[in-house]
């Protein structure tokens, strides 16, 4: 418990002195949780099919900084210790990449709303629609997470089934136990499923 507690208090500590500005502490955190910005783009990119080239992926880890760091740090500052700091710093990084898909997702469906106009019975790029069709599904499930849950339930959930972790591995990103963590989740897909944000079961 006084391992956490050290961790939690210098994790406090860093957001506190971002919000002062202090450059040193920009330094400290780069250098910290560039690997985590990274991991989340990587998983994101891999899980969404996204196709993302390293000029997109390196805009993406640059714009996720961006959101973290800027206003003095007004994005971590929202962090409450309710979940670890990587935890939080995770999730915003992941919305950096969530806002993009869903801006190539408009940019596609425009696209191909003009080419139908053009080309109406093609027939043709059946095994990209099937992935188009995946992606949307998966952001359509996303899009309903964000709006029937808290976030906390929303980032559980997400983590497990849109993100590929396990269940020991969320328990920990979230400070509970895997039995915990088993329960707050089996009540979050009900709460999905009572507000018609989930048409299966899990």
């Not at 956490?4 to 506190?16: H, I, K, P, W």
């Not at 000029?55 to 961006?66: A, G, I, N, Q, V």
């Not at 136990?177 to 707050?184: E, N, R």
Request: hydrophobic share 40%; with cysteine.
């Amino acid at each position: 418990m006084r391992n956490r507690g050290t961790t939690e208090s210098a994790e406090a500590r860093l957001v506190e002195r971002l919000r002062r500005a202090d450059s040193d502490a920009w330094t400290e955190f780069i250098e910290r949780y560039r690997r985590l910005i990274w991991s989340a783009i990587h998983r994101v990119n891999a899980r969404y099919n996204a196709r993302w080239d390293d000029t997109t992926m390196d805009d993406l880890f640059e714009e996720s900084l961006l959101k973290l760091l800027r206003d003095n740090g007004k994005a971590l500052a929202a962090w409450e210790g309710r979940c670890k700091l990587e935890t939080w710093i995770y999730r915003i990084a992941r919305n950096v990449c969530i806002d993009q898909l869903r801006k190539e997702t408009r940019r596609a469906r425009a696209r191909e709303r003009s080419e139908e106009r053009s080309v109406r019975s093609s027939g043709s790029g059946g095994v990209d629609g099937a992935a188009r069709d995946a992606t949307d599904l998966r952001m359509s499930l996303d899009e309903a997470i964000e709006r029937c849950l808290s976030p906390r339930e929303a980032l559980a959930v997400r983590l497990i089934y849109l993100e590929g972790f396990t269940y020991r591995e969320v328990a920990g990103r979230l400070d509970m136990t895997v039995g915990a963590l088993s329960g707050f989740v089996y009540r979050a897909l009900a709460k999905l499923r009572e507000r018609g944000g989930l048409e299966r079961d899990w």
